[in-house]
């Protein structure tokens, strides 16, 4: 099995230690993985602000010959996912891939923090990775599995107000729904707050920061590496 | 003044009781559409009838047209919203009416007919209570199901001159009050939900029964309604109906469901609207007419709660009115679909599945003609630019990152951007 290691061209500049972890984790599961190094972005920036590309061309050029291609972004996969492409049916998010091809499960079962799950909008709308409350459908969380344990939601599980775009036309209603999703998630009392997407949780950090809220925020490859990382 | 400005001004004095408002009829939809084993099934089955409908849309205005003048229904075709309105003032002009009372139609305020009425001296009265509110308010809706969700009982005591802000109490006062415009109209406007193209009728649901009081009590009976509003047959309607009223409020069913057909004892219109839905059918944004105003895309959008209808500035606010408003005019609500998060609730509550997040973003490309971010695009292509915008991102002094991005730091702490990249310079 071909893996390809998909780097969002935003973790690489604002917070590299999360495709290292990815990397980490893939390779503890005895995986062949590559990670292109001519690669740049997905295009989502540009598709989000109404701005024509052919960046998820370039993007299929580079992976097209790989069986799987992870990434840590529910984001960047839902718009590859979107398009019609030769990539579009392999590329997946992180937590999607253990849970679908590698089926694994409860990976922070014995996770000493008190963990709360952000479902970011693309991991739970746009990907289905769980059962959005808008749809009749049974109720189902694939990132909750393969953590394992008691892992805490929010009460509602509405956008946290990052959006891109939409975070520097807007910043105040952004802000009020940053501030809407941590106090729903504080207010359950974890000790750590995470997600699949880094860009939320950068969203809901650099609010916390603001205010002063204490609380832990990071990405659920930092989790899962450290779980594995300790029954080494 | 664009969106954010105005939902700044909307969130301090309202937003968050407006946010619990909403989301609490959020919920009562999610129960009430889960008591459907088979929503989603039949979410696929309304939104294959509406495209039915989109692509057979002048062959079922014909159709609709025959059965309804065989019921005895007077129909007109309206291309504009301006032909609407000059059908409406001949016809009331003929019966001599200098009042008409009014239910149910958010195609009327899409044409302005209020105000043109009143240009010509003919005194409208919205009927329904949410929209007497707005009306005496000397506002427009700001939800197409709940036009005044926006306003506090105090505010509609206000309006009524009262001290006693009851909901109640003020709602029986109300009630007294358009008792009387009832009684002296000459003439009745509503709206229609549906019109079945097979028998010729028209189709109203409503909670308050003011459309059917209206009609009764009038002479005329005008129906305005948009083409997009057609149904093929009769059996398509149990479908429609059962997804209405609980993706729109919760309720299993309109308190009042009435099927206009054959008149008897008055005169009945209906005016098929067009004003723009042919050319949209031959547009990207087609897929907008499948939209049955159930108003689910509004009341569960996360920035409409929190930024109140007005805030979009057009008649139907809220996410379909992202993709309505541009349309109409590409320079005035050009920030319209940017006011959105992609969070993809909208499609998800859709009971006729239009594809929003496609769709928005195909509105932001319409309006969008940012050259500076299209060169960005091309050197993108090349990590070596790649890593040379990497470069001068970190060379930049903070001050000026805070600056550059400055709706984010008003609110927010920049990140911290580390020396070293994953895939490295
Ligand atoms: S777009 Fe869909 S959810 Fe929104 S009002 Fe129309 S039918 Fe309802």
Redesign the interface.
Known sequence: MKIALHVPCYINELNPQIAKKTLLILRHFKLNVKVPINQTCCGQPFINSGIPTTLPLKFNEIFKNYDYIVSPSSSCVSIIRNQNLEVSNKTYELCEFLHDILKVKDIAKNYQKKIALHNSCHSLRHLLEGAPSELNIPYFNKIKKVLGGNIIEATRDECCGFGGIFSLKEGFISYVMGRNKLDDLLEKKPDVITGVDYSCLMHLDSIAKKDGDKIEIKHISEIIWECLNETL | MK??KL??KF?KEK?PRH?KNL?NIRQKR?KA??E??K??QLRTKASEIKEYVIEHLEELIEEFTKNAKKQGIEVYYAKTKQEHNEIILKLLKEKKAKKVVKSKSMLTEECDLNEFLKENKIEVIDTDLGERIVQLRGEKPSHIVLPAIHTTKEEVAKILNETNSDPTYLTHKMRKLLREEFLTSKAAITGANFLIADKGFAVVCTNEGNADLGVTLNKLHIISVGIDKLLPSIKDLGIFLRMLARNATGQKITTYTTIFGKPTNQKRVIILVDNGRIKRKKSEFKETLKCIRCSACLT?C??FR??GGHAYRYIIPGPIGSLLAPLVDKEEYK?L?????????C???CPVKIPF??QL?N??????K?KI??I??KS????KT?KLF?LI?RLTPKPLLQKA????S??????N??Q????SL
Do not use: Q
Request: proline share 6%; net charge positive.
């Open positions: 969106h954010y939902a700044i969130y937003g946010d989301w999610d559409i889960k459907i084993d929503w989603e569960t996360p920035v929190r930024s920030d679909p940017f006011a959105c998060t992609l969070c993809g609730s499609e998800m509550v997040s496609k973003i509105m932001r490309k319409y309006v969008t940012n971010m299209k960005a695009e993108i292509h090349s990590d790649f990497s991102l991005f400055k709706e984010w008003k609110y927010k702490k920049l990140p951007i580390p070293k990249r994953f895939i």
